[in-house]
């Protein structure tokens, strides 16, 4: 019993070992070299293969392919590089893991751990002690790391030899295909639990070499291990954007694909690893073929990948779409349509009116007391504003060689419109803050006098001059309208101010909302007048409109415009 207790004690003592090991040497390297793995993950990976070299490179450092794709997805979350760009990473730290099997294999084994280790505790430990923090400290703690890596790998060796002479390994033999997948989950659970493949490859390396476990069962948990630190990723991605999780995913299929195969062509892999040791001149030993293994199966994985990578990408932009990224997404616009310019036109055209709906939406809700959080709105201008980005790259993307010279002068006045809408969408930024400037007004007058500028301007944008030119004659004369009124109820507080009746600053926050509100009007009237225009020279937008529309473009052409209509329920709280 003593036995047993002693031979556990010392297997999670030399696990413990390795774990703070790993632990110190990411942390320290990461410390030690912050910048440069910044700017390696951030510059270095324009092209998938740059990506794979700098994954490797930096997992090869740090020894953790856990935190090299969680520092990606850091920096996919924080913007600094693409979605695509942190694939090669995935790929490359895979093939940087193989390090800590060659580390294992080729000097685990084979050196005087006391003799080599120890003093790597004591130099690193005296640069800490001299230098507490910074760089330098940092390198000392990495330098600790090492020294405890291989002392940790020496407890563990120790240990296995230990447990060949106490247990019976018959059982330990993986027979068959369900004995291989019993050892695959076991890398598996390993992996997860101690949150580390590396660690998990040490000890299957040590029990391999130790003759716990046979070579099939030792690969299969290999397997497991780099099926098992997808996990870290899927962990560090649960609270992140959009294309983080899809880099989370990326890891997830490219690490089980590659593991699949390896399992499928097991028999074939060793062969092939035989005849690379004699080539190499490799010793034939355990430890040496699990290395080998472990490098090859990874770099068959990233050889099959890399020539799906865009097809992988393409995919992955499809998935994790929220709610408010489908707000931001055309809803007429594809390549397929890219290739006829009329439809183009016409589905361009029905995205800005679908567009123009919902930024009238906005600046009434803007302009209204009703509920409304702040997040929520800018939320909308926010999805307005890259859908406005989306019509944009899709106009001038259109083959110009295809296009009739009537054809580009309609994208111009799109791009234009698109412009206008733009402009609308960023003027109303400050709407909520105008909206509670009114409630601050003490004097009835003065109160009344912006009230009606506000109601003006809300009442303009309510109405549907789109659909009609007859629209066009009512359109013109509220907007001049707005103008008159802007220029008399700025001379209004300009006198209010004048008499004390507003203190000068909040005259000037009142002048310069009404200024901001003229704006939003004059890019609302230039919009609509050339989307009205565009709308009753093309006969197919009224087709894809269908016959309701139609019907209330009739109803809206002999509708006249509001004239001393009450407050609208948007502003009526006011």
């Known amino acids: 019993m003593d036995n047993y207790v002693t031979t556990i004690g010392a297997v999670l003592g030399g696990l413990g070992l390795f774990l703070l090991a790993v632990n110190m040497i990411t942390d320290g390297l990461k410390q030690a070299a912050g910048k440069s793995l910044r700017s390696i993950l951030a510059n270095w990976t324009n092209t998938p293969l740059k990506g794979i070299a700098s994954g490797f490179f930096m997992t090869a450092i740090v020894q953790s392919s856990s935190a090299v794709t969680v520092a990606a997805i850091g920096f996919v979350n924080a913007g600094l590089i693409s979605m695509r760009q942190a694939l090669g990473i995935v790929y490359g730290s ?21 003799a080599f280790a120890l003093p790597l505790v004591g130099i690193g430990m005296l640069i800490k002690l001299i230098k507490q ?26 240990a296995f030899e230990g447990v060949i002479q106490t247990f019976d390994l018959t ?65 560090a991605s649960i609270a992140a954007t959009s294309h983080a999780k899809r880099v989370a995913l990326a890891q997830v299929i490219f690490n089980v694909g590659t593991g699949l195969v390896a399992l499928l062509i097991l028999p074939l892999m060793f062969l092939v690893i035989e005849g690379l040791s004699r080539f190499l001149g490799l010793a034939a ?18 050889m099959m990948i890399y020539p799906l990578n865009n097809r992988l990408a393409n995919f992955l932009e499809r998935c994790f779409i929220s709610r408010q990224q489908k707000q931001s997404l055309p809803k007429y616009l594809d390549k397929a349509i890219a ?39 800018h939320a909308e201008t926010n999805n307005i504003k890259r859908l406005l980005a989306e019509v944009s790259r899709f106009i001038v993307s259109l083959d110009r060689h295809a296009l009739s010279e009537e ?11 698109d412009q206008y809408l733009l402009s609308c969408t960023g003027l109303s930024s400050h709407l909520l803050e105008y909206r509670q400037l009114l409630n601050l007004i003490r004097d009835n007058r003065i109160y009344g006098d912006v009230e009606t500028f506000y109601r003006t301007v809300d009442l303009y944008l309510q109405q549907d001059f789109i659909k009609s030119e007859a629209a ?74 269908g016959k309701e529309a139609q019907l209330q473009d009739s109803k809206d052409s002999d509708t006249p415009p509001p004239q001393n209509q009450p407050l609208s329920p948007h502003v009526e709280n006011l």
């Open 472 to 545: 066009k004659k009512h359109s013109k004369t509220q907007f001049s309208h707005i103008h008159k009124l802007h220029n008399e109820t700025k001379a209004q507080l300009l006198l209010a101010g004048a008499q004390s009746q507003l203190s000068i600053e909040q005259m000037l926050e009142v002048i310069d909302a009404l200024e901001n509100l003229q704006k939003i009007s004059e890019q609302w009237h230039k919009a609509t007048n050339n989307l009205r225009r565009l709308y009753t020279e093309s006969g197919t937008t009224q087709q894809h409109l």
């Open 94 to 114: 895979n093939i940087g893991t193989a390090m800590t099997a060659w580390l294992v294999a080729l000097l685990g084994f084979n050196l005087n751990i006391p």
């Open 171 to 235: 059982q330990f033999n993986a027979e068959g295909i369900s004995g291989v997948l019993i050892y695959l989950l076991l890398g598996i659970t390993l992996t997860v639990l101690t949150q580390s493949s590396s660690a998990s490859i040490a000890l299957t390396i040590t029990a391999g070499t130790s003759g716990m476990v046979g070579l099939n069962a030792a690969a299969a948990m290999i397997i497991g291990a780099n099926v098992g630190t997808t996990s870290t990723a899927a962990l």
């Open 339 to 377: 290739k006829t310019p009329i439809l183009a036109v016409n589905a361009i055209t029905l995205e800005l009116i679908d567009v123009s709906q919902r930024v009238r939406q906005m600046v009434t809700e803007g302009l209204s007391s009703r509920p409304q959080t702040e997040q929520d709105f």
């Open 133 to 158: 923090e910074g760089q330098a400290a940092a390198f000392g703690m990495a330098l600790v790391g090492f020294g405890l890596f291989f002392i940790g790998i020496d407890v563990l060796k120790t």
């Open 407 to 417: 054809t580009i002068k309609q994208l111009a006045t799109l791009l234009r419109i």
């Open 285 to 302: 030993l355990p430890s040496v073929t699990l290395a080998l293994f472990h490098t090859v199966f990874n770099v068959i994985g990233v």
